[in-house]
């Protein structure tokens, strides 16, 4: 499938990547970041234009980002209502909620580009525990910015060694997002632990 996906880039280009950055912002298992690293090097040989593809790219994954933040929004209301009917509940749902409001510039922007296997899980997150539109939407855009300009970067400059470098990137992103999971749940048992002893 990703080969036939690919042979698609030169000729649909531009609103391909606009739909498959879309669609890889909301959870789907399409190949975007590959897409972008050969997009970059179709730009190198001039099949397309770097402002149409970037353009696009970026346009895509903001919209993604954007559709996931507001799902959060929508369908994390109903069970953030149902959990805070309990005090206890409330108290310890508004103290996660104030850790992640604390943190989330750097969780939003590091998970469209260094741990982008985290970003639409952070953007369902984001929304459900109300951060402030605003204030997603910006730091999502910059983040989104340095991703595409990254991929399509590097496709331009490595065109001729497009495939090793997929499956690199690949690899590390994977590698990065398993790394940030494991030291996310050790700090969550850390602090339970803790806490069972403390009481």
């Not at 970026?58 to 994390?76: K, P, S, Y």
């Not at 409330?90 to 604390?102: D, G, K, N, T, Y």
Request: charged share 15%; glycine share 10%; net charge positive.
């Amino acid at each position: 499938m990703t080969d036939w996906i690919l042979a698609l880039v030169p000729v649909y280009g531009a609103a391909l990547l606009a739909v498959v950055t879309f669609l890889s912002c909301m959870a789907l298992p399409v190949p975007s970041s590959l897409l972008l690293l050969t997009a970059g090097a179709f730009i190198a040989t001039g099949d397309l234009t770097a402002p149409a593809v970037v353009g696009a790219a970026w346009g895509g994954a903001v919209a993604g980002d954007q559709a996931g933040f507001w799902l959060g929004r929508l369908a994390g209301t109903p069970l953030r209502n149902r959990l805070s009917r309990r005090a206890e509940t409330a108290a310890i749902l508004q103290r996660a909620e104030q850790r992640l409001h604390r943190s989330a510039d750097a969780a939003v922007f590091l998970s469209r580009w260094l741990f982008s296997a985290l970003g639409p899980y952070i953007n369902l997150i984001a929304g459900a525990t109300r951060l402030p539109h605003g204030r997603f939407l910006l730091v999502s855009a910059i983040g989104e910015a340095v991703w595409v300009a990254g991929y399509t970067g590097a496709g331009y400059v490595f065109s001729d060694q497009i495939e090793a470098l997929a499956r690199s990137a690949s690899a590390l992103g994977g590698a990065l997002a398993a790394g940030v999971l494991v030291l996310v749940l050790g700090r969550l048992l850390w602090r339970a632990l803790q806490e069972e002893r403390d009481s």
